[in-house]
C-alpha cells in the first residue's frame, strides 16, 4: 500500500474549470506539501502545511488554494485552470524539519 | 534565479564505473541537502542527506560529498548498475527564520548506465 496517495492519478480538463487534486497519507506526519514540476525543471514549492491549522505559501501560489481537512489530508484546489498550469503535481509529507520527505506518484494535469 | 543548479541534464556511465552527478547552490542559508532519485510515472524517492555541518555521508553504494566554501556537493555512485538509470535530483533546505519550510530543487541530471 501506498504511504501517500495521490488521485486522481491523471486528469484533463478545460480552462477556466474548478480542479481539485487530493493527498493522503498513512505515515501520521504533520508536515505535507504540494510541489509542481514542468518539463525541464526541478519541483517548485506550491504550499505547505505543519498541521490543520497551520497552511503556508510557497515560491508559486498565486492561482491555487489548498486545505488541510485532516492530519492525513491536504487537497490543492485550482479555482479557475489555465493552461499555464498544465504540469505533473506532487504531495509529500515529512515528520519533521529536518527529516527527507516522502512523495507520493504525483498527478498529471493537462488544462486544455 | 536558480539557487540549486544542476549543470548537467544527462550523464552516462558504463556498467560498474563511477557516477559522479554534481550540484552547485548560490543561497548560503542552506543547511540541509538531498538527493533525491526519480523513475518515470513514480514520485522522487529519498537517497541520500547531508547536514552542513558534515562533508560527507556515504550509505552503500552513494556518498554525498559536500564542500560549503565552493557552495558545491556532489553525488559518487560506486558500482554503477543498469537499475540507478534514472533522474537525479540535488535539493536544499534553508534554515531562514519565519518557519519557512519545503525544499528547493535543481532541474535534475539524467544518469543512463550503460551495459
Known amino acids: 500500500d501506498a504511504d501517500v496517495t495521490q488521485t486522481p492519478r491523471n486528469r484533463i480538463t478545460k480552462t477556466g474549470k474548478r480542479i481539485m487534486l487530493e493527498c493522503s497519507q498513512t505515515?501520521?506526519?504533520?508536515?505535507m506539501y504540494w510541489y509542481r514540476q514542468d518539463p525541464g525543471l526541478g519541483l517548485r514549492l506550491i504550499y505547505y502545511?505543519?498541521?490543520?491549522?497551520?497552511?503556508n505559501k510557497g515560491e508559486i501560489s498565486d492561482g491555487y488554494s489548498v486545505s488541510r481537512q485532516a492530519q492525513a489530508k491536504f487537497s490543492l484546489s485550482l479555482e479557475s485552470a489555465i493552461p499555464n498550469q498544465t504540469a505533473l503535481y506532487f504531495c509529500?509529507?515529512?515528520?519533521?524539519?529536518?527529516?527527507?520527505?516522502?512523495f507520493g506518484d504525483g498527478t498529471r494535469l493537462s488544462i486544455l | 534565479d536558480q539557487q540549486v543548479k544542476q549543470n548537467s541534464p544527462s550523464l552516462s556511465v558504463q556498467e560498474g564505473r563511477i557516477s559522479i552527478l554534481n550540484c552547485d547552490y548560490t543561497?548560503?542559508?542552506?543547511?540541509?541537502f538531498l538527493w533525491y532519485k526519480k523513475y518515470p510515472a513514480e514520485g522522487p524517492t529519498f537517497l541520500i542527506s547531508?547536514?552542513?555541518?558534515?562533508d560527507k555521508n556515504e550509505d552503500g553504494r552513494f556518498t554525498v560529498f559536500l564542500n560549503k566554501s565552493a557552495k558545491h556537493l556532489s553525488l559518487h555512485i560506486v558500482p554503477s548498475q543498469p537499475g540507478d538509470s534514472a533522474v537525479y535530483f540535488c535539493?536544499?533546505?534553508?534554515?531562514?527564520?519565519?518557519?519557512?519550510?519545503?525544499?528547493?530543487f535543481g532541474k535534475g541530471t539524467h544518469l543512463i548506465i550503460q551495459p
Open positions: 509529500a509529507t515529512s515528520p519533521g524539519q529536518y527529516i527527507p520527505q516522502h
Open positions: 505515515k501520521g506526519h504533520d508536515r
Open positions: 502545511s505543519f498541521d490543520v491549522k497551520d497552511i
Open positions: 543561497n548560503s542559508m542552506f543547511d540541509y
Open positions: 547531508i547536514s552542513s555541518i558534515k
Open positions: 535539493a536544499a533546505r534553508s534554515h531562514s527564520g519565519g518557519g519557512a519550510d519545503g525544499l528547493t
